[in-house]
């Protein structure tokens, strides 16, 4: 065999692209799938036995804001209104420095939990050095905002141009440019007025990157943009800023202002109404459910199934830390599933298709699916292994049941990206998270 | 200091009773917490620092059905009836020897989450025994079914009282009879007939026993007691089973019987409606919340929130691991807290109600509030650890958000019931899970 070969063999290989494989083995070369096939006797080789575990694709992670991972814990029981300017608040004292610590802290987080794609929203910009330094493959999204009258649209997207500008500098000094793409977040109906929301939309297409919008997240939301009432509107009178509003509800509005196409991430859309489902689906937009978030925020269940039956494309996604509680991505699926079993009285999305979600259809989500998503020969090797030998996995017969209802973080054995083991049997290669905790300890002594 | 004095030591104690006590300790002596104070500089006796931990009482499990752990993940995604008819069918199918190593199993995994009480309900009878061995306090509700013509209730009875002696001969026989205490556990409308209710409820009186009946958990069994249609008027029907329709809903069927009581729990109450959530108060009954159970089986999510303030009292449960998946009630826990945040658009029950639930009321609804449920002198020496040192765990500043959000079973560092230790960094005192799953695995053998 040639030189840098390694097999990873496991009782279970869950290639998603094919039925569940017993006894199987992942070939691995250059960074690159080259077989998935039952166990050989090959060696030579180097060959690491997972034994009780299930090998899959590495997980997707569909929206997060790793920057906010040290502000994590801050509130108690307030609806979303109240956090998101109590969050503002926080970020305003800040000191800049720690964004990137904090986002490579919550990068390790997503590595522990088996994520080897995260798409990141990011204020600060730190999340794209914070990927690349991890090792991590995914999709950034510069945030914009804009509802005070100064500075104007024209002076926001060149402070966006040259916000994109250093981002794909320091994607160029990483050598991260094809695991790692851009795109623009503007941020939400009542942070972007429509003038901006529009140019944005232009200059995106101009430059071709894809959008990210949290839309219809809240029934705060809704109100302004129904009716141009509630703590939203309250808000931008005592700012004395003029917001007209639009008089349907958010996504028909993005809608109707010719925002939504098939490059377009709608984060939440926990409050997207039955014809705003129907303008979803004809857009092609994607979905990305964020339901602890939701839970957190007192801003209700998405319609998951609905969406679906739509063939509206959901990824999942678990926000950020301090609104989610944790970055694990498990968490965050088992929640997800329970939760639309709660509400929806349906057995859909099965457990099948919640794994589906974390890993084939979020390729596809994000446009990545053939390089990864699946275990198949060709494809890069972004690979974990999910330990099943806690007590609660005795018994499991089915291998997209036990990882729905049990696996956890802890389970994680492994985690590979691109042919690079980022993470083994609890210690990290690329980062240090201990290093990172002294380090945000010592920059926010005093602030929290 | 006296001979058998042990002191806990952690960065965080929570007593429940009192507010959290940084740098605390806790001082136990034959079986009993003597001290709960500030962490003193003594030596001498034996002390255990735990340093990044959260000491707390141990956790209350509400409802569990011990020996169904074995038979965990079996189904997909069928609703409650067709689950609970393949589950009856498959208990058919198993050799009674499975049922005393499956309950063991199962007070393994409680045991590796922190509970050191659980309510459980038992048809073989198997979980008196298991919880003896396990070192475990707790209750164990013996459980009668009648709906076929024969036998008769007098019948029913005398094998019932039969049964309830067997119990506590075990119970004597294991010196448990102080720690664990016996109820009767009349299944359900739908598995046990009006007269027989009623009979039940008479000789648990006699006998100064206290019922736990499970209720108004689906659409299924509020259709039969309200028009008798639906799955199991249908099965009735096909049973030649003469089933009068009580013509209201369940609870208030109950209600109307004479049933309730404040020493009666009814199980679920998914679909408790607001008349019956009144006479639930009045009657002074608890109620057991077993949310991850009802959303697997496409039952609904219990009105917590309006429950809870008509003042009824409220417990955790994790329901059989058939349903729930695992039994670690810090998964029921999460699930539980936002859930009802998603669907009542209420930040309450707050963090620490919910910690709460799990500790001092869930004491309180088992009438053992004297001896548990805090960390007071005095009280029985029932106490964990939770390690707080996993990532997810920076930066947050609340222990009772950090328990809710983030704690899990890998957390338990110490697990100590009545002053003895039954778990300590992942080794169990007194149960051996590998042998029992190994028993487990070449009993099921064919079955399953």
Known sequence: MEHGT???????VLPMSHDPLPDGEVVVENGQIVAVRPRSDLSGAEVIEFGDAILMPGLINGHCHLEYTALRGRDDHTPFFEWIRALVALKAKCPPEIWLPSAL????ELIASGVTFVSDNTDSGASAEALARAGLRGRVYQEVFGVEPEPDDAAILRTLGAKLDALRTTLQRYEATEHISLGIAPHAIYTVRDSLMRAVRQYAREQGLPLSIHAAESSEEVALARSGSGSFAEMFAERKINYLPPRVPPIEYLHNAGILAPDV????????????????ARSGVSVAHCPRSNARLLTGVAPVYAMRRLGIPVVLGT?????????DIWDELRFAALAQRAVSYAAHPTWRDWIGMLTMEGAKAFGVDSQIGSLEAG???DVI???????AFSGMPDPYAALALVARSEDIAFTMCEGRVLYRDGQFTALDPVKLRTQLHELLHGIM
């Open 379 to 381: 494809k890069r090797a």
């Open 319 to 327: 926000d950020s830390a301090v609104s989610a509680g944790s970055l």
């Open 265 to 280: 991430q709608l984060v939440h859309a926990t409050r997207a109404e039955p014809r705003e489902q129907e303008m979803m």
């Open 105 to 108: 802290l919550g990068a390790a």
């Open 6 to 12: 390694l097999i990873l063999r496991a009782n279970w």
């Open 385 to 391: 292994a999910v330990r099943t030998t806690r007590l």
